[in-house]
């Protein structure tokens, strides 16, 4: 849609900003959007979006029908920020202060934005008719930065030129250049258009810039400097309190906490590792950013591992257990709905697409999942997913309950040959080796699968060292 201004705008009043060491909670003070529109239908979806919950989502609008053309949408706000307006599938940012009223026209391709701060409500109109470079990583992460860079510098001068022809405030200015900050270090963080760029196999699905680490390391021995490539960037930027809706700053924050811990240029979604981030996300934020922080970690690590085992829903069940007591008995929707609905065996026994999966033994025999799990009467059998023989030196000496499921190569099935349990070795081919990484979510090798003889998923990780003391301690916990 293209824009224009329908009234010139009179003396601003100055916004106040919030201090940013301020822990308490502000009031809620009512907002006022009145929509209308010339065409008859545009109306049937208006919607301001809510960046605070904990994915992008509609919030808790009170939508009044005034007239056939005309809406009013209300809801609290409680500091200065950017809300998102949406209208037949197009999105309108719109900068925000509590006790606002804005007045919105639509004229078929057109909108119109009045009120008191007629020239804050309307920026992001003018900003989008410049022809800035989006940035988008096409193999070289230098150029991608510079790209993003670049980008970035040229948002500030046209803020610093807007604000120098227009009226606005102070606290426009510094929530604008916060927003253009940590849109770019988003940017830096989860690259946009890594997904799916490096196949490394068929199932990589690691966020935003760990997949360029990852294959960088495999494939070029090539480690990148983190520290570097983010500027040097501290955790104590992101402690702003003041701009706790921003959606930029809360999309970024979670994958630069992960760097914290990425060891051996790795993030798995584990149980130590959540314990690790949690601490660190207490050490470090309170208020709403901590419990935005907490929420997201067990969505995510609900998501990318823990509910496919038994030792991960028991974990994340005994989290929200304690999540809500320290709020007062109360989990929000989406951590409600996961901990009555989700955090159930279920979800843990492992289907007949997978153990019906073809593996082969050494002498070329077919076999299946189900049936090497079945060889034992014992009530558990560790599965080792391997992708290179040479990486079983990780591993402890395999027990006759074990078996290595390794992909199918002529170097990997020769070494299986020679590998003095060879009669506990199976290879799969690599469409089998991928359903088997997707199913149960693997993003490095060695991985190890605990399933009991009900083909229930005890748990799984990925295999390293200092692992050993955790997967012993599942296991007789277990056999009791």
């Known amino acids: 849609m293209t824009f224009y201004s329908c009234t010139k705008e009179n003396t601003k009043k100055e916004h106040s900003s919030s201090n940013k060491n301020h822990l308490h909670t502000p009031p809620l003070k009512p907002v006022n959007i009145y929509v209308t529109a010339s065409k008859k239908g545009t109306l049937q979806n208006v919607d301001i979006l809510n960046y605070e919950r904990i994915y992008k989502a509609h919030q808790n609008n ?54 008191a701060y007629e020239s804050q409500y309307n920026f992001y109109n003018y900003l989008n008719t410049q022809q800035y470079e989006y940035p988008k990583f096409k193999g070289n992460l230098d150029a991608y930065k510079k790209m993003a860079l670049d980008t970035y510098k040229a948002k500030l001068n046209f803020l610093k030129t807007y604000a120098e022809e227009n009226t606005v405030s102070t606290t426009f200015k510094n929530y604008t250049e916060a927003e253009f900050f940590f849109e770019y270090y988003t940017n830096l963080l989860l690259p946009n258009g890594v997904s799916g760029y490096y196949k490394t196999n068929g199932y990589k699905k690691l ?46 924050l979670p994958h630069f906490i992960k760097f914290y811990f990425l060891k051996e240029e790795k993030f798995t979604y584990s149980i130590e590792n959540f314990k690790a981030e949690k601490q660190f996300v207490n050490k470090h934020f309170d208020g709403a950013l901590n419990s935005y922080l907490l929420r997201r970690m067990y969505i995510d690590y609900y998501n990318q591992n823990l509910k496919k085992s038994v030792s991960g829903i028991t974990f994340l069940a005994s989290e929200l257990k304690e999540y809500a007591r320290n709020n007062k008995g109360k989990l929000d929707v989406v951590l409600s709905s996961m901990y009555r609905t989700k955090l159930k065996k279920e979800s843990t026994i492992i289907p007949n697409e997978i153990l019906d999966q073809v593996l082969l033994d050494i002498t070329n025999t077919q076999n299946t999942l189900k049936s090497i799990i079945s060889k034992t009467n014992n009530s558990q059998k560790e599965i080792y997913l391997i992708e290179d023989m040479q990486k079983s030196e990780l591993i402890k000496p395999i027990n006759k309950n074990g078996f290595y499921l390794i992909l199918d190569t002529p170097i990997n099935k020769q070494e299986a040959i020679n590998f003095k349990n060879s009669d506990q070795v199976y290879y799969v081919n690599q469409k089998t080796f991928n359903s088997l990484l997707k199913h149960f979510k693997v993003y490095y090798t060695p991985y190890l699968a605990i399933i009991d003889n009900e083909f229930i998923l005890v748990h799984g990780d990925t295999v390293k060292k200092e692992n050993d003391s955790l997967i012993n301690s599942i296991k007789n916990k277990s056999s009791k």
């Open 62 to 115: 009170a939508v009044e029908k005034l007239t056939n053309d005309t809406l009013k949408i209300t809801f609290n706000q409680e500091i200065p920020s950017y809300k998102e307006l949406e209208i037949q599938q197009e999105f309108y940012k719109i900068f925000i202060v509590p006790e606002d009223s804005l007045y919105i026209h639509i004229d078929n391709d057109t909108i119109a934005i009045s009120g």
């Open 207 to 252: 966020p935003g810039i760990q997949e360029v680490i990852h294959y960088n390391t495999i494939h070029h021995n090539k480690n990148l400097n983190l520290t570097t490539y983010l500027d040097s960037l501290s955790i104590e930027v992101f402690k702003r309190p003041d701009l706790f809706e921003n959606h930029y700053l809360k999309k970024a």
